[in-house]
Structures are given as structure tokens and as C-alpha cells.
T-cell receptor, first 112, second 112 residues
Framework: DQQVKQNSPSLSVQEGRISILNCDYT??????FLWYKKYPAEGPTFLIS?????DKNEDGRFTVFLNKSAKHLSLHIVPSQPGDSAVYFC???????????FGPGTSLSVIP | DVKVTQSSRYLVKRTGEKVFLECVQD?????MFWYRQDPGLGLRLIYF???????EKGDIPEGYSVSREKKERFSLILESASTNQTSMYLC???????????FGSGTQLSVL
């Protein structure tokens, strides 16, 4: 049973507009959430993280929002650029040590 | 910059062969991880290690074992490769989860 879910396999957005990627989780004991970006034939690269005691974290064009009561987080990219086209993974730290669990990913296409 | 190096980018093996995937990190990180990435399934955790000679099973450890004799090196072993182990294998290391996991470029393993 997947503990981290990304229900949209793909998303298309016009260049310059906002991209919103969503993630849901089932385990209320997760205490840290992370977003990764992955290009084909490369390893994932870390984008941004958020602690469960916060509801928002911002880094440049990237903002992550956390709604603990809904067990939902989202990544906002503003403005979207063609170079943002990649697969985005949501991840959460589990309850033991630093075990990190990933969702299935959302493929983002930013159209020029 | 953190560097996580996986010994091979592409590997082709026969069913029943013993396969070793090697991973080395150069930042003295405590935690190291092995994931496999499959279409539609995202990254699934096979094993992780939080210290030398310490290991914990991830979500899909069956058919795999690991070895961590030195802090910088984490090896994934397929005791008897099978075709359903054809996948992209990704190694990662981390010091603090909030700083993210640092991934290698991946090894695309094909088992024929």
C-alpha cells in the first residue's frame, strides 16, 4: 500500500504560468517532506523540503505548502520555465531512522 | 559538492548470475540508500544503512542483500538475478534529511 501518493501521472503548463504538483500521504508520523526533480538518465536532484511543524517553505521559484490535517502537500513553481520539464517526486521521511519513501512521480511538461 | 558515484551506468546480466552494484560517496554521510525506479511505481526503497555494518530493509528487499564495510561504500547484491529485477537502480546518501538525499546517476540493469 503506497504511503506517498501522487495521483496525477502528468501535467502540462504554459511557460510563465504556475505549475502546481500535488502529493498526499497516509502516515501521520511522517515528520519531513521533500521534493525532487528527475531528468531522464540522471539521478533525482533535491529541490526543497519542509518540516511537519511548518506549513510553507519557499526557495526562489519553488514553494512547498503542507496541510497536515488533510495529509496533503503541494509544490508550486512560479513562473514555470521549459527547463522545469521533468518528473517530480514527492518524498517523506518515515518513522525509523532516516528512511525516505517516494511517491510514483508526476511528469511535468512546460510548453513554450 | 557531494558526489555519489555508481560503478556502472549500464549493465547486462544473465538470469541466475550474482550481480554487484557499487556505490561510493565522498562526503562522509552517515546514511546511504538503494532504490529502484520503475515506470508508474516511482522510487522504491530496497535497503538503507545508517552506519557502517548497519542495515535496514526497505519496502522491497526480497532477492537483494547489501554490504557496508566502509562508511563511504554501500553495495547492493543480487544473489541470483531474475528478469523482474531489470530496472534502474539508484544509490543515495544523506547527512541530514532536511538537506535532502544526494543521488548517483543510476545503473540501468537488464537481466536477460
Amino acid at each position: 500500500d503506497q504511503q506517498v501518493k501522487q495521483n496525477s501521472p502528468s501535467l502540462s503548463v504554459q511557460e510563465g504560468r504556475i505549475s502546481i504538483l500535488n502529493c498526499d500521504y497516509t502516515n501521520s508520523m511522517f515528520d519531513y517532506f521533500l521534493w525532487y526533480k528527475k531528468y531522464p538518465a540522471e539521478g533525482p536532484t533535491f529541490l526543497i523540503s519542509i518540516s511537519s511543524i511548518k506549513d510553507k517553505n519557499e526557495d526562489g521559484r519553488f514553494t512547498v505548502f503542507l496541510n497536515k490535517s488533510a495529509k496533503h502537500l503541494s509544490l508550486h513553481i512560479v513562473p514555470s520555465q521549459p527547463g522545469d520539464s521533468a518528473v517530480y517526486f514527492c518524498a517523506a521521511r518515515g518513522t525509523s531512522y532516516d528512511k525516505v519513501i517516494f511517491g510514483p512521480g508526476t511528469s511535468l511538461s512546460v510548453i513554450p | 559538492d557531494v558526489k555519489v558515484t555508481q560503478s556502472s551506468r549500464y549493465l547486462v546480466k544473465r538470469t541466475g548470475e550474482k550481480v554487484f552494484l557499487e556505490c561510493v560517496q565522498d562526503m562522509d554521510h552517515e546514511n546511504m540508500f538503494w532504490y529502484r525506479q520503475d515506470p508508474g511505481l516511482g522510487l522504491r526503497l530496497i535497503y538503507f544503512s545508517y552506519d557502517v555494518k548497519m542495515k535496514e530493509k526497505g519496502d522491497i528487499p526480497e532477492g537483494y542483500s547489501v554490504s557496508r564495510e566502509k562508511k563511504e561504500r554501500f553495495s547492493l547484491i543480487l544473489e541470483s538475478a531474475s528478469t523482474n529485477q531489470t530496472s534502474m537502480y539508484l544509490c543515495a546518501s544523506s547527512l541530514l534529511v532536511r538537506q535532502g538525499l544526494f543521488f548517483g546517476s543510476g545503473t540501468q540493469l537488464s537481466v536477460l
